[in-house]
């Protein structure tokens, strides 16, 4: 980041649940602030309208921009809903509050977190983006620019909660506490038992009964906290990899439901979010997407992470073209921006 000076920029804003990111940009590309924050997202944070205001508020002040010299603010956020989605209530009012930041009046889109992930990772062309992490989505655009989820078919993947749902329920329906133990030597079931610090089975399904009682935020982080533990595992325990193929095969699934309409042949896949780009889950996706029947599909690398998608789109707000070399620096400056 170099020193911030009285010029005009733009906002970037990545706000999905386990993290809000923010970076101010000048009109070459470059980053005049950053900031990292807690999750935004309404579904997952209790505190979210407060972490996302902290996390804008910190990267304005540290390189004391002032806010009237924003010309465009563009975010991605996790719970935003989608028309058709079968994610949300599909009330978005709640959205502008969030970036009420006074003095910042410039123009502003808000959008889904997806849409900033696949604007990144594809810059503006078509196919599909895979978003786990917290949360789940499968999003495509098409040729002519048609905006798709899965979501819209009533489909839904799962993300980080969601594969430990899968070991749990594999790990407690499995085994018989009468019998011997048939995943005694699996190693995650050990590291299983001592992040819950539970004695054994039946400890766990005690502490697992009694999670009912806790907020329902506090519950889904977790599980979702267990998430690394298994795709570190996938390797060595037979549990971890079949949760993790169940997973990668429900999302193909989500793919496979869309790709038809992309276009394009094949069609490309990028993934984003921390379970969705863990290579144990993206080699076992690649395995499931190329054992799947219909449009042929190929993962293709991310061109930028969100944070990049979002710093697009918030350019074109301000009507500066998304160029190719705009696009080239974007991609050095967010990677040392942290």
Known sequence: MRPAAAEPFVIAVDSGGTHTRVACLNLDGAVLSAAVGPGGSPLHNDDAAENVSRALTTALRSAGLDPALALALAAGTSGFSRVGSNQGDGRNDWAQEYYAVPGLGCPRTIVNDAVVAHRGALVGGPGIVVVAGTGSMILAITEDGTELESGQFEHYAGGARHLVFDVMHRLLSETDPLAADPLAADPLVRQVLEYWRAADLSDLRRIVLELGNVDRNVRKRRYGDLAPT????????????AALRSLASKTADGVAVLAPSIGTRPVPVAVSGSLAGDPAFVSRLGDALS???????????????????AALIAYELAGIDASRQLVERLVTALAFSG
Request: charged share 20%; aromatic share 0%.
């Open 230 to 241: 298994v795709t570190a595992a996938a390797d060595e325990s037979a549990l971890a990899d």
């Open 291 to 309: 054992a799947a029947r219909g449009v042929p599909t190929r993962l293709v690398a991310s061109v930028m992470d969100p944070l990049g998608g």
